[in-house]
């Protein structure tokens, strides 16, 4: 039975309570059998998550830089409203349980909406937050959430980075970073990870190019090629046609993509698609296979098979 990334996130949400103190907390020991029972993947993941936050709550964009001995995540115009809840809630409820995993990671936040805001943090095995009235950094009119995942052993930390330098293999071995760039390079929130932009205008070598529905993030090919206006009444959006070599369909939901199979396709059709629709299970690494994608496949064959005929 596959179980969807939204059922989840409910179920999270549902862990929640208010304590006496008036200070709300998650209780990440019950959460932690809820994620055991869905089968989250690694901590590393904990910024896919992230990504999947800042783009339903319509962020302007995510930073994630060193600071310190610490991984500061900066999700700038987006403030969450902490007692409403809403999906960018869970899946920074999601993010954060995961990260926790980590061995002695501290894991500390602040979100502000421009008046006011809250501040949140890991301890003993529950997200607390409370109220803030005062900024927390500079700039308070400034929509932002902020988050800082400190190491508790630093120098452990340091001596493994320094090993991987000495033996060549640098920061490029960091798994969470890897993971960011592997699913999240056609975010429509802009994404940066150590100063360098991971979904900066894509290129790619196009043979033919329809441009569906007005995508979310600018695509240019390499060569001089006449772009194609689509107008379909889909819930997506996007760009096909056919590429040197292929390339196949990318499906890119919340701002994480997913390689699709599309049967009967011809070898050199590649397609870059945003679809908020499509449901993922938990590991947000796999599209559930419903009513819905079996919908997406055949509206897409049928445009893509237009295009190609064209």
């Known amino acids: 039975m596959e179980t969807s990334a939204d059922d989840y996130l409910g179920a999270l949400q549902g862990e929640a309570e208010i304590d006496s103190t008036g200070v709300f907390t998650i209780d990440l020991e019950r959460a932690g059998a809820t994620l055991q029972r869905f089968q989250l993947p690694s901590a590393y993941h904990y910024g896919l998550p992230l990504v999947a936050c800042a783009v339903v709550g319509g962020a302007e964009g995510l930073s994630i830089f060193p600071a310190r001995h610490s991984r500061v995540i900066d999700i ?16 920074l409820q999601l993010a954060l349980a995961t990260a926790a995993r980590l061995a002695g990671t501290e894991v500390l936040g602040e979100s502000w909406d421009g008046r006011a805001g809250s501040e949140f943090r890991m301890w003993r095995g529950k ?21 800082i995942l400190t190491p508790g052993h630093v120098w452990e930390s340091r001596l493994a980075g320094a090993a991987r330098w000495l033996v060549g293999v640098g920061p490029a071995s960091d798994p ?84 699709l199979e599309l049967p009967g396709a011809h070898p050199e059709v590649r397609a870059i698609v945003w679809h908020s629709g499509l449901q993922r299970d938990l590991s947000l690494l796999k599209l559930v296979e419903n ?18 005929s064209g």
């Not at 115009?77 to 999906?87: C, I, K, R």
């Not at 360098?196 to 993030?217: I, S």
């Open 176 to 259: 969470a970073a890897e993971i960011l760039k592997a699913y999240s390079r056609y975010s429509p929130v802009p994404i940066r990870l150590d100063s360098c932009e991971l979904n900066v205008v894509r290129q790619g070598h196009w043979k033919l190019l329809g441009v569906l529905n007005r995508p979310p993030l600018q695509l240019r090919p390499l060569t001089a090629l006449r772009q194609i206006a689509l107008e379909r009444e889909v819930p997506f959006a996007g760009y096909l046609g056919q590429g040197v070599g292929g390339g196949g369909v990318l499906a890119i939901v919340d701002g994480l993509l997913y390689p």
């Open 76 to 91: 700038s115009g987006l403030a969450l409203d902490f007692e409403g809840g809403g999906a960018a809630l869970g899946y």
């Open 291 to 308: 009513d819905e994608l079996q919908r997406f496949r055949q509206q897409l064959g049928q445009i893509v098979g237009e295009i190609c």
């Open 127 to 147: 997200l607390l937050y409370s109220p803030l009235e005062q900024p927390p950094w500079d700039g308070g009119l400034h929509q932002r959430t902020r988050l």
